[in-house]
């Protein structure tokens, strides 16, 4: 039931939830693919939220659902708390991914318009025939700490109620399973501004509260700059840089992640700090790039997926796809041109 500890499941050591060359890929009549998640490696470990940050279409959310197996992924690994998840089926797969919850992308149409509000809260333990006597009082309990007063909202359907309002629904839903790993796409990004921060900190005291692991997906690089402890940043299904969160405008270094820090208002003044490791980083300024339309992923660039849209590519780029590699603590770049050697 939702608030209890989660401790139990989590390994002694290690990470909670691991994602090994996880690859996600959409046929398209007879002979296309769209290549949405190329080779994705993930560790999150107990207690911590990664940030999974990159522009529309890169494949964030395509990740998510294939770490969720709504659908599985084409090929590669995901075991939570030691288990295997990819090839498990029906009750099997319900009962070792019940730990993990997603909130989907846009809140308002993730919630089934027909259910009321107690309905759609308790959903996902009525389906594992749960239903104790003190269910009413653990969807009160729940609504109560997402910030709905249960009386107002209970019977009340998804049109009746504001964006912030179906998203906190969406939270208490996913609590009511009493999850170690919450994974949020975009949970702020169809709401108002005034609305984002309250739910951003609702997210934050929910995170402390529950005890939970996050995974939070999101375009835009103030709020998941703020919210997560390590940022992983997505181009075309690949991972081109990840670094902790802290050392988001001082540190990083790929040019893709330098665009996008200077698309922020007052970003284009962040300046690099050299790096002992890695080297000075004049190279790596952000007009390295320029954001015409992101390539296709039916036919991604070869090498480096960036390369098409970036100033520092050279022939290398072309041929020969970057590795990531360590620059500094924690601190991982996929990059031929920066930071080189
Ligand atoms: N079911 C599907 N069938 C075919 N292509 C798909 C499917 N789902 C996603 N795609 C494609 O995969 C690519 C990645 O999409 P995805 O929704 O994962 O991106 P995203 O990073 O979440 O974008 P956004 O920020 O807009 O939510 C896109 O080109 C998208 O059109
Ligand atoms: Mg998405």
Request: charge should be negative; hydrophobic fraction near 40%.
């Amino acid at each position: 039931m939702a608030g209890s500890g989660n401790a139990h499941m989590r390994p002694e050591h290690g990470p909670l939830l691991s994602v090994d060359d996880m690859v996600v890929e959409f046929p398209v009549g007879r002979r296309q693919v769209v290549h949405a998640v190329s080779g994705l490696n993930i560790d999150l470990l107990p207690g911590e939220t990664l940030g999974i940050l990159g522009e529309s279409g890169c494949g964030k959310s395509s990740a998510g659902r294939a770490i969720m197996q709504e659908p599985a992924p084409t090929s590669g690994g995901v075991r939570l708390a030691g288990t295997e998840l990819t090839g498990l089926k029906g009750r099997s797969l319900r009962r070792d991914r019940a730990k993990m919850q997603m909130i989907m992308q846009d809140p308002v149409s993730s919630l089934n318009p027909r259910r009321k509000v107690h309905d759609l809260v308790s959903e996902g333990l009525r389906i594992w025939g749960y239903d104790g006597d003190d269910l009413d009082g653990a969807i009160r309990e729940t609504l109560t700490a997402v910030g709905l007063d249960p009386d107002t909202v209970w019977d009340r359907r998804a049109h009746e109620l504001s964006g912030g309002q179906c998203q906190r629904v969406c939270i208490a839903r996913a609590l009511m399973m009493n999850p170690d790993v919450l994974i949020c796409d975009e949970p702020v990004s169809a709401l108002d501004v005034s609305v984002q921060a309250q739910i951003l900190n609702l997210l934050e005291r929910t995170k402390e509260t529950y005890d939970l692991s996050m995974i939070f997906i999101a375009h835009d690089v103030s709020v998941v700059k703020n919210i997560s402890d390590r940022v992983m940043v997505l181009y075309l299904g690949k991972t081109c840089e990840v670094l902790p969160s802290t050392d988001m405008q001082t540190r990083a270094l790929h040019p893709y992640t330098r665009t996008l820090i200077a698309s922020i208002p007052g970003g284009e003044e962040v300046v690099a700090a050299d790096d002992p490791v890695a080297g000075p980083v004049a190279d790596a300024k952000p007009q390295a790039a320029t954001m015409t339309e992101l390539p296709s992923p039916l036919n991604p660039p070869s090498g480096c997926r960036f390369r098409t849209r970036c100033a520092l590519a050279t022939d290398r780029c072309a041929a020969e796809e970057p590795q990531l590699r360590e620059v500094g603590p924690g601190h991982f770049i996929a990059c031929h041109e920066v930071a080189a050697g």
